[in-house]
């Protein structure tokens, strides 16, 4: 894991594209900058599209994880590419 600590957690799973990046921009915009997002996502599409579209809102993932289970979890700290 990252040193910085995770201050929220969504779990997208059950969702599908596009509901899977608005769940996750959500949930980011509910913290103030330089907060980290924990977003446990499945493979796939969400896992291609997710990550991307955060980036381009100007959040920096800082890690992303294979859980080995079909999901991945990523790490995001918002605002962190302004």
């Known amino acids: 894991m990252s040193?910085?600590?995770?201050?929220?957690?969504?779990?997208?799973?059950?969702?599908?594209?596009?509901?899977?990046?608005?769940?996750?921009k959500v949930a980011i915009e509910e913290l103030e900058n330089g907060q980290v997002l924990e977003v446990r996502m499945n493979e796939g599409e969400p896992i291609q599209n997710v990550p991307r579209s955060l980036k381009d809102e100007g959040h920096k993932v800082t890690q992303v994880i294979n859980n080995n289970d079909g999901t991945f979890t990523i790490i995001v700290e918002k605002g962190g590419l302004a």
């Not at 040193?3 to 996750?24: E, L, R, S």
């Open 3 to 24: 040193d910085k600590k995770v201050d929220a957690f969504v779990d997208i799973c059950d969702v599908v594209c596009p509901i899977t990046f608005v769940k996750a």
